[in-house]
T-cell receptor, first 114, second 114 residues
Framework: KQEVTQIPAALSVPEGENLVLNCSFT??????LQWFRQDPGKGLTSLLL?????REQTSGRLNASLDKSSGRSTLYIAASQPGDSATYLCAVKIFYNQGGKLIFGQGTELSVKP | DAGVIQSPRHEVTEMGQEVTLRCKPI?????LFWYRQTMMRGLELLIY????????DSGMPEDRFSAKMPNASFSTLKIQPSEPRDSAVYFC????????????FGEGSRLTVL
C-alpha cells in the first residue's frame, strides 16, 4: 500500500532563507509526483509535476527533484518570501483501476517571517 | 480557461438535509475527481469519472453519498441525508489523461452540518 509522508509538518523561517521540504513514498511504481500549494481556505494550486522518467523540474524559485529508487522527493524554495507562506502538499500518482490515483501526504505548513 | 469551478463555496445545513455540491471541470479534461479534506484524514479520493462514466467509487463513505456526471462540463456530489461527520471541504479536480496528466483543483466547497 502506497504511503506518502512529509517532513517536517511545520516549518518557520526568516525571509530570504533557502529551504527544503521533504516527501517520501513507500512504493516506487508511480506515474508521477506533483507538488501543490494550499493557502488557508483555498483550493490546491499545482506547482510542479515530475513524471516518473524525470529527475527534476524547475519553475522560478522552485525546484523539485525525484529519486524513485529511494522513494524521495524534495521541493527547494530559493530566497523565501512572506508570500510563500502556505501549506505544501506532495502527491504521487499510482497505477490504479484503469488509470491512476493520487495519494497525498499530510503537508508541510510553511511560515516565512518578514 | 477559468479553471475548475465549484459551487457553493460555503454551505451550512442541518443534520438530515440534502446537500448538493456542483463542479464544472476545465474544458477538454476527460477525468474528474471528487476529494474530501478534513484535518484528521487529510485529502481522500471519493470518486472519479472518465468521459462522464464513474470508474471508481470505492472512496465514497456510504450510501448516503452519490455522484453524477450527466455531461462533460458538469458533475454533482450529493449527500442525503447529511450528518455532522460529513462536515469537511469537498474539492473537485480535473485532468486530461489519467496516467501522466496534471491535476487541477477547484476552490472547494466548505460544508458544515449542524
Amino acid at each position: 500500500k502506497q504511503e506518502v509522508t512529509q517532513i517536517p509538518a511545520a516549518l518557520s523561517v526568516p525571509e530570504g532563507e533557502n529551504l527544503v521540504l521533504n516527501c517520501s513514498f513507500t512504493d516506487s511504481a508511480i506515474y508521477n509526483l506533483q507538488w501543490f500549494r494550499q493557502d488557508p481556505g483555498k483550493g490546491l494550486t499545482s506547482l510542479l509535476l515530475i513524471q516518473s522518467s524525470q529527475r527534476e523540474q524547475t519553475s522560478g524559485r522552485l525546484n523539485a527533484s525525484l529519486d524513485k529508487s529511494s522513494g524521495r522527493s524534495t521541493l527547494y524554495i530559493a530566497a523565501s518570501q512572506p508570500g510563500d507562506s502556505a501549506t505544501y502538499l506532495c502527491a504521487v500518482k499510482i497505477f490504479y483501476n484503469q488509470g491512476g490515483k493520487l495519494i497525498f501526504g499530510q503537508g508541510t505548513e510553511l511560515s516565512v517571517k518578514p | 480557461d477559468a479553471g475548475v469551478i465549484q459551487s457553493p463555496r460555503h454551505e451550512v445545513t442541518e443534520m438530515g438535509q440534502e446537500v448538493t455540491l456542483r463542479c464544472k471541470p476545465i474544458s477538454g479534461h476527460d477525468y474528474l475527481f471528487w476529494y474530501r479534506q478534513t484535518m484528521m484524514r487529510g485529502l481522500e479520493l471519493l470518486i472519479y469519472f472518465n468521459n462522464n462514466v464513474p470508474i471508481d467509487d470505492s472512496g465514497m463513505p456510504e450510501d448516503r453519498f452519490s455522484a453524477k456526471m450527466p455531461n462533460a462540463s458538469f458533475s454533482t456530489l450529493k449527500i442525503q441525508p447529511s450528518e455532522p461527520r460529513d462536515s469537511a471541504v469537498y474539492f473537485c479536480a480535473s485532468s486530461h489523461g489519467q496516467g501522466t496528466g496534471e491535476l487541477f483543483f477547484g476552490e472547494g466547497s466548505r460544508l458544515t452540518v449542524l
